[in-house]
């Protein structure tokens, strides 16, 4: 089974910054796309950043300029670096990838709570 666990989330002040990473296990295909989704209360899921193997990265809109994934195919491992934290930004932020095999599986970690306030 698939697994993807989500760590370094935490409280920060605006600003600031956070790393968080994710790891991908129990799968014997290669991942295509790997990347970040957030929501926040009252908010639908949005996207935060993607990437695939092969290297192309694609952010939303509101974190461009501030947050850069990057992806370690030898670990299975996709980061997340946050940096000039907005209060905006607070969310539960959901790791999520994908295996192409007759069709698209789609994955997703349990996700893990960012808080931007002072």
């Known amino acids: 089974q698939v697994q993807l666990v989500e760590s370094g989330g935490g409280l920060v002040q605006p600003g600031g910054s956070l790393r968080l990473s994710c790891a991908a296990s129990?799968?014997?295909?290669?991942?295509?796309?790997m990347g970040w989704y957030r929501q926040a209360p009252g908010k639908e899921r949005e996207l935060v950043a993607a990437?695939?193997?092969?290297?192309?990265?694609n952010y939303g809109d509101s974190v461009k300029g501030r947050f850069t994934i990057s992806r370690d195919n030898a670990k299975n491992t996709v980061y997340l670096q946050m940096n000039s934290l907005k209060p905006e930004d607070t969310a539960v932020y959901y790791c999520?990838?994908?295996?192409?095999?007759?069709?698209?599986?789609?994955?997703w970690g349990q996700g893990t709570q960012v808080t931007v306030s002072s």
């Open positions: 990437a695939t193997s092969g290297g192309s990265t």
């Open positions: 999520n990838a994908n295996i192409v095999l007759f069709g698209t599986r789609n994955y």
């Open positions: 129990g799968s014997i295909f290669s991942f295509n796309a």
